[in-house]
C-alpha cells in the first residue's frame, strides 16, 4: 500500500510540475463544487446552480455566506473564476483566501484575495495579504485597482503556493510575487491550509476606512464562483503529513516579469514595503524599487513619503488606518 502511494506521489508531483510550467492553469482540471467544496456558513445564502459547478454566495442584512474546500492542501495552485456584486458596494468584502485558523488559533497562516467594495461609481479594489505562525502584527498588504470592471463578468484569480515563492495571479497575469527570505522565518506561510471563499461586512474599514459603510438598501450582495481548480498536496487532516516529494516550481519567466512590473506600475495603490508612516524600515523580505517608491509617493505623499499633513487651524485631522484585518 506504501509503495502504492509514493508511485502516485510521483506520478502526481511530475504531472503537476509539467502542468504548471507549460502556463499554470491551462489544462488544469476543473472540479465541481461537490467534489472539491463545502458549505462553511450562510444557510440560504449560498446557492449551487444546477450544473453543480458554480455557486452563488450573498450578503444581506441577516448574514453574509461562505464555502471551504473539503481537503487540507500544503502547495499548489488554487483558481476560480468570480464575479462581483455590481452598484453600491462599499463595505462589501469578498474574500478568496487560503488559511488554517480553524486548526491554529494562535499561529494560523494565510494566503488572502480581498476584494473591497466601493461606492458607486467606483471600482472595486483588490488586496492580497499573507501571515505565517501567527504574524498578524505584521500586514503584508498590497492594494491594487484593476483594468476591468470586476462586477459585469467572471475573471480568473488564482495562487500558486510553493515551498519558497507565493504569487498572486488575475486572468493569469501575474500581480505580486513574495519570496521566502530567511529573514521572515516562519512569516512565510509553511502549513497546510484550506480554501476559503466568503462575503461579509467589513463596513469598519473596508472603504476608505471604514467611511462608507454597507448599505443594506441594495442587498442582497451576490458574488458569483465558477471554474474552481484546486490541483495541490492534499493531505491528512489529523496527520499534517509533509509533501517532502513535490518538486521546486521554477520562478516566473522574464516574459511574465514584465507582465508583473506593467501591472504594478498602472494599478498598484499600496504596498507595506512603502509605508513610512507605518513602518520606520521596511520589513526584511521587501525588495525596494525606486520606481514604485516614487510613483506610491506622487500618489499619497503622507503614507509613503514619511511626511506629515499641514496643520490646519480649528480642524482636526484623522489619519485612516491604512492596514486591514484579515478574514
Known sequence: MISHRKNFTFVFCSAFLVLLVTGFSRNLPIVSF???????????????????????????????????????????????????????????????????????EKNHDEIDFEFLGNIRGKNWRIQTNIYGNGSTSTGREERYDLWFDPSEDFHQYSILWTQNVIVFYVDNVPIREIKRTQAMGGDFPSKPMSLYATIWDGSSWATNGGKYRVNYKYAPYIAEFSDFVLHGCAVDPIELSKCDALPKLPTMSSQQRMKTAGF??????????????????????????????????????????????????HRRVRLARVGASSV
Open 34 to 104: 461537490g467534489e472539491g467544496y463545502s458549505h462553511l456558513f450562510g444557510d440560504r445564502n449560498l446557492m449551487v446552480l444546477r450544473d453543480g459547478k458554480s455557486v452563488h454566495i450573498s450578503l444581506d442584512q441577516r448574514t453574509g455566506s461562505g464555502f471551504l474546500s473539503q481537503d487540507l492542501y500544503l502547495h499548489g495552485y488554487f483558481s476560480a473564476s468570480i464575479k462581483l456584486p455590481a452598484d453600491y458596494t462599499a463595505g462589501v468584502v469578498v474574500a478568496f483566501y487560503m488559511s488554517n485558523a480553524d486548526m491554529f
Open 264 to 313: 504594478r506600475n498602472k494599478h498598484m495603490q499600496y504596498s507595506y514595503c512603502y509605508d513610512r508612516a507605518r513602518y520606520k524600515a521596511p520589513p526584511s523580505e521587501c525588495v525596494i524599487d525606486s520606481k514604485e517608491a516614487e510613483r506610491l509617493r506622487g500618489f499619497d505623499p503622507v503614507t509613503f513619503g514619511g511626511t506629515r499633513r499641514p496643520h490646519k487651524r
